[in-house]
């Protein structure tokens, strides 16, 4: 190797080393391309090693989600279904033919039919599997009206109690009881 060959190298060298440096710190920050932030401390107000949410953790199928379906349908605008079906004032109400069953309510997923009026469930405020209370708007005889009103199921889900709130209410609850068919 000749003087000249050997000072080649020697400048090569000196070259390729700071190269491979600035090669390095240059993909190293395209890894991370976020800027630098503090790590939490104890005293900042957050968490550490905070432990996973319980939706971070739970199968799609859990008796939480379970819950929280149930609690999500019975508040998403539909009736519970427990309380759905045809209910009489009197067992009269139950068995007529004639269509004079006037004490007969009809209870729908959306609504309430009577003898001589509709309500559509509008917002509700309250609810389970065994009660709700809502705001329903009616209909019925050329007329329309609001009432906010609550039923409760009774006696194991046989009897229907429907309260009526605010001016023009029934005074006192009616009592319903399942209809056989």
Do not use: H
């Amino acid at each position: 190797m000749s003087f000249e060959e050997s000072k080649m190298n020697r400048k090569m060298k000196g070259l390729i080393a700071p190269s491979l440096a600035i090669g390095l710190v240059c993909s190293l920050a395209a890894c991370d391309n976020k800027a630098p932030t503090e790590s939490p401390t104890p005293d900042s107000g957050e968490a550490l090693n905070a432990p996973p949410s319980e939706t971070d953790t739970l199968p799609a199928n859990s008796t939480s989600d379970q819950a929280n379906n149930e609690k999500t349908s019975a508040q998403s605008g539909i009736i519970p279904t427990p309380i759905q079906g045809r209910w009489g004032l009197v067992p009269a109400d139950c068995t007529s033919t004639a269509g004079d069953a006037k004490g007969l309510m009809v209870v729908k997923p959306t609504e309430l039919e009577f003898y001589e009026s509709v309500g559509k469930l509008g917002r509700v405020s309250q609810s389970s599997n065994n009660s709700i209370k809502a705001d329903f708007a009616f209909s019925g005889e050329g007329m329309t009206w609001d009432r906010e009103q609550s039923m409760t199921l009774e006696d194991g889900g046989k009897t229907l109690v429907l309260t009526e709130f605010g001016q023009g209410a029934t005074p006192t609850p009616l009592r319903y009881k399942k209809c056989e068919n």
